[in-house]
């Protein structure tokens, strides 16, 4: 019966108008208030996408509410509704992770932009042994840079330690970004801008696929925030014109950017990439 449904949709043009418009205020409502997840609206740039979101909830991450959540998630093990903290998105991270720890010429410093308050560092813990000499630096807005230093004060963790600046990816020779760059409006310009690249790139959890770049704007439960779905061919290449070489991609079939009434901008899976900086 769905599938009969989903035929006459795509297949009548006049049909899927009415259908749209009878559902959509419902689903209005719904995106205002208890959607975590969802997805509303495609936009050209992040500030229309701002401006079209209902005023139910505040907007972006910055938010201290939203930081004691995260706190509470981790120390909890129930990370987003899961009742295990590493997921299968995980393991490609944590390879490539691994191994290049491992490599006596790559020195143990990551800087893990929208580390969240550590939940990288401490769940890849469990599963690979950090030298003892690891520097692991995590890039988040205030509210949750300051929930994250508190966190890992109280549990000793020395190798971890927080900023706010992106400028500081100078330092650092491994460049992690897991389900972050998306809330960026120009990735590759903020990286172009560094006096010293990092060698290394692990990007997971990234919205891409074969079309139009967009803006869509993500109920976040607590909070609304705009996000890029980035053209595959585009986001790559903006990175090899810096000098990163594509070592390996992954399909993260977890995530899924499914934005109603826009099929054709949904995203089924995301992706994760590792590049190597050649110079």
């Known amino acids: 019966m769905k599938y009969r449904i989903k035929k006459v949709l795509e297949e009548a043009p006049i049909v899927r108008s009415m259908y749209y418009t009878i559902r959509k205020p419902f689903y209005e409502r719904r995106f205002a208030t208890n959607c975590y997840g969802g997805f509303r609206g495609v936009f050209s740039t992040f500030e229309e996408a701002i401006q079209s979101a209902p005023k139910t909830k505040t907007l972006g991450y910055d938010d201290p509410e939203l930081a004691a959540e995260y706190v509470q998630m981790l120390e909890t093990g129930n990370w987003e509704g899961s009742k295990s903290l590493v997921r299968p998105l995980d393991y490609p991270v944590m390879f490539w992770l691994n191994t290049l720890l491992n490599i006596?010429?790559?020195p143990p410093t990551i800087f893990d932009f929208g580390g969240n308050v550590g939940f990288h560092y401490y769940t890849y813990a469990k599963y690979i042994q950090y030298p003892d000499h690891l520097k692991w630096m995590v890039c988040e807005v205030p509210?949750?840079?300051?929930?994250?230093?508190?966190?890992?004060?109280?549990?000793?963790s020395t190798h971890l330690s927080f900023v706010a600046d992106f400028a500081e990816a100078t330092h650092y020779e491994i460049f992690l970004a897991s389900g972050s760059l998306q809330y960026l409006q120009n990735f590759s310009d903020l990286l172009s801008q560094l006096p010293c690249n990092p060698n290394h790139l692990l990007i997971n959890r990234l919205p891409l696929y074969d079309g139009e770049s967009f803006v869509t704007l993500q109920n976040g439960g607590k909070v609304f925030y705009p996000q890029y779905v980035f053209n595959q061919a585009n986001f790559i290449e903006s990175l090899t014109k810096l000098g990163y070489k594509l070592i390996d991609i992954w399909e993260d079939a977890q995530d899924a950017c499914m934005i109603p009434f826009h099929p054709e901008y949904s995203v089924h899976c995301y992706h994760g990439l590792y590049l190597k900086l050649e110079n």
């Open 104 to 106: 006596q010429q790559v």
């Open 143 to 156: 509210a949750i840079e300051k929930a994250g230093r508190k966190l890992a004060e109280r549990l000793s």
